[in-house]
């Protein structure tokens, strides 16, 4: 029984590190880019998305499972590459506010 568990754990710290994955390719083929559109409500959208997307790779970056963690922090690389950031530390900079309000939602949900 305890060998399911651990087969059973070990199967979903895959699917997390291969869904990481997923979203760090599709990330980088959405147009993020602030510079490319110049429509605002889509520009608005994109940040919504990113900044969603950002904060649940975060939460997997700091994971104690090292496949998950090192996926979580490739896709970040790869969304602030593809968003035309020099860095991981420029694209949460740009969008803490985005993430703040994300992290109060959150937690403002989790207690009713």
Known sequence: NSKNQKEE???????????????GI????ISISKNINSDQSLENLNNA??????????????SSEQ????SARECLKTIAYSAGFNSVKNLVASNCDYI??????????SKN
């Open 9 to 23: 754990i070990r199967d979903q710290i895959i699917c997390q590190s291969l869904s990481l994955s997923g979203i």
């Open 26 to 29: 599709i990330m980088s083929n």
């Open 49 to 62: 998305i990113v900044s969603k997307v950002i904060t649940v790779v975060l939460e997997n970056s700091s």
């Open 67 to 70: 496949s998950q963690s090192r």
């Open 100 to 109: 703040v309000d994300i992290i109060c939602q959150t937690i403002r949900y």
